[in-house]
Structures are given as structure tokens and as C-alpha cells.
């Protein structure tokens, strides 16, 4: 069983940037989905974006699409996201999540990932 652990949030001015780690402990990345989702105060929960472990393939929200980048390391066994060009709208708990069963249609379903981070704040400030 992977657990995940996150680092990297704080706050910083609108059009900065960011960059946020997942790191799997007790286990590899290996066959999963490694996504990133946020929550904003009074919102729900939303998908930004995904990465197939093996394959490289990555997926982004069309909200942050052109303004992050999500990677992996495999030595480091670290997914992580940078995030340029941030928007006050931007400023939320990320929360990195990780499965080994989902398709190309949900990976964008939060309840569907098993194994999560315990979130990190994100402050954008205008």
C-alpha cells in the first residue's frame, strides 16, 4: 500500500510560480495514476490533472492547461506539479492522489483514487 506525501504549497503573487511533490512511501508509483485535485473554501473538490506512471501520459484540467506541468521522477519515486503563471483563482488545498484501476474516461473522478496525500495550501495572492 502506497502512501503519499506532499510538500511544496505556499503563497505567493499572482502570475508566480510554484511547484508541488508527491513522494510514495512504503511502495513505488508503479502502475498508477498519479493525480493532482484541488479544494477551494466553499467549492468542491476538482480534478487538475494526471499522470500514467509507466506511460508518461499526462492530463490536465482545461482550467490550468498551458500553466502547469505535471512529471514524474522515477528514482526519486516523486510525481510533481509545477505550476506557472498563477492565478489568484488558483489558490486552494492541492491534494495529490494516487490508483492503480482507473481508465482513460474517469481519471479525472477524485472518488474513484484509493490512496491520498494530505493536501497542501496554495495561496495566490492579486
Known amino acids: 500500500q502506497v502512501q503519499l506525501v506532499e510538500s511544496g504549497g505556499g503563497t505567493v503573487q499572482a502570475g508566480g510560480s510554484l511547484r508541488l511533490s508527491c513522494a510514495a512511501s512504503g511502495g513505488t508509483f508503479s502502475g498508477y495514476w498519479v493525480g493532482w485535485f484541488r479544494q477551494a473554501p466553499g467549492k468542491e473538490r476538482e480534478f487538475v490533472a494526471t499522470i500514467r506512471w509507466n506511460a508518461g501520459y499526462s492530463y490536465y484540467a482545461d482550467s490550468v492547461k498551458g500553466r502547469f506541468t505535471i512529471s514524474r521522477d522515477n528514482a526519486k519515486k516523486t510525481v510533481y506539479l509545477q505550476m506557472n503563471g498563477l492565478k489568484p483563482e488558483d489558490t486552494a488545498v492541492y491534494y495529490c492522489?494516487?490508483?492503480?484501476?482507473?481508465?482513460?474516461?474517469?481519471?479525472?473522478?477524485?472518488?474513484?483514487?484509493?490512496?491520498w496525500g494530505q493536501g497542501t495550501q496554495v495561496t495566490v495572492s492579486s
Open positions: 492522489a494516487a490508483d492503480r484501476g482507473l481508465i482513460l474516461s474517469t481519471y479525472h473522478r477524485g472518488e474513484l483514487y484509493d490512496y
